[in-house]
């Protein structure tokens, strides 16, 4: 899971890359490229965002998904004990 994230974050850096050096070597006008840069710029860190909220949102429903199996493992063994108690206590009467 590490591994494919590293990879899909190498896939976009390189991405990025290119497509600077592409633009940067475009015979435009200094004010078009930089224009272009700042554009890519923008859209790379907007793309950024979503992927963070993305996988922040992921992370949060993981989260939730192993608290509300805490709990329910939790209520398991309260009632086990419980019943081991209420055994011990009949057996002993």
Known sequence: MKDSGKLIG????GAA????????LAPDKGSETRKK???G????TEDLKKRAKEASNKFRDKADEASEYAEEK???YKNKAKNK????????S
């Open 10 to 13: 190498a896939l976009v850096l």
């Open 17 to 24: 890359v290119g497509a600077a050096l592409g633009i940067l």
């Open 37 to 39: 840069l700042f554009d």
């Open 41 to 44: 710029a923008k859209d790379f």
């Open 74 to 76: 939790l209520d398991e």
């Open 85 to 92: 108690a209420e055994q011990f206590r009949t057996s002993a």
